[in-house]
């Protein structure tokens, strides 16, 4: 494990297989293996069947959700002893959450699983979906399904590691600042033509809106967004990020362009 931010899901999947394996195996001291760690765009339906769901909430800056999908049967370590399904959940989101804490420097811990009473299959919550199998033996491994929300995703990918402050006091030391010259006495008139050629960047805005991260971790091919400006409102145009003008939208040989319909004063 380390504290560098992981390039890649797969990686960081493999991290929290790898760090709830280790806690399961803590817990109940037995030693723990997992096998076929993959990523994979959806769960099949025998998945669901004879199996629990429970979605367990992991702390942080952007609290992210893990839903856990195991055997209902839970896992069976030997002839006398075996770990029921809430536990083990648990065991395993404990897991994932100390490895994506290590992976972006910040302590992170998982809450204790609340059962999915509804279908399990979580449609439309899951940016990736991870699945692998765990147990103490390669005759017991039981098959487990993390899903991981968007909000999770976020966490885990858009988060830098901490960077340790500076505790010492700066050096501080007057300037020596040059005598400035001569200028124009206030109220002179300026040659705006000397900025004639400066470039400066249009923008035409035609509307905004805001967004959960989870939606916008959902946006896929055809997706929607309603924006906060009615049809056929003017659209704002922006000089340097700076409101200057509104207009219509118009057609040019086959191009958009705006006919400028209004001056905003300043």
């Known amino acids: 494990m ?4 992981t390039e890649t899901i797969g990686d960081i999947a493999g991290l929290m297989v790898e760090s709830a394996v280790a806690a399961l195996g803590e817990a109940i001291g037995a030693a723990a ?4 760690v993959e990523l994979i765009t959806a769960i099949e339906a025998t998945a669901y069947e004879g199996a629990v769901a429970a979605r367990s909430m992991i702390s942080g800056a952007v609290p992210g959700g893990l839903v856990t999908i195991a055997p209902a049967d839970g896992l069976q370590l030997d002839a006398e002893r075996s770990v029921e399904p809430a536990l083990l959940i648990d065991y395993l989101a404990k897991g994932a959450a100390t490895a994506i804490g290590q992976t972006i420097g910040t302590a992170l811990q998982a809450a204790p699983a609340e059962a999915l009473t509804a279908d399990p299959s979580v449609a439309g919550m899951a940016t990736h979906i991870i699945r692998f199998s765990v147990g103490t033996s390669p005759t017991n491994l039981v098959p487990i399904h993390w899903v991981v929300e968007a ?6 990918t858009a988060t830098d590691p901490v960077i340790p402050v500076e505790t010492s006091a700066p050096s501080v030391a007057p300037a020596n600042l040059p ?3 001569a200028s124009a006495p206030p ?7 000397l900025l004639s050629d400066v470039q400066m960047n249009v923008t035409v805005e035609l509307g905004r809106a805001v967004m959960q991260v989870r939606d916008l971790l959902s946006l896929r091919e055809g997706s929607i967004i309603e924006l906060d400006r009615a049809a056929g ?4 145009v922006l000089v340097n990020g700076t409101l200057v003008a509104r207009g219509e939208v118009v057609v ?11 001056l905003v004063e300043r």
């Open 233 to 236: 409102a003017a659209v704002d």
């Open 179 to 181: 005598e400035l010259g």
């Open 2 to 5: 380390t504290n560098a931010v």
């Open 33 to 36: 293996a997992a096998d076929g």
């Open 151 to 156: 909000t999770l995703d976020a966490l885990m």
């Open 252 to 262: 040019i040989d086959d191009e958009l362009g705006v006919r400028v319909t209004e």
């Open 187 to 193: 109220g002179a008139p300026q040659d705006l033509h």
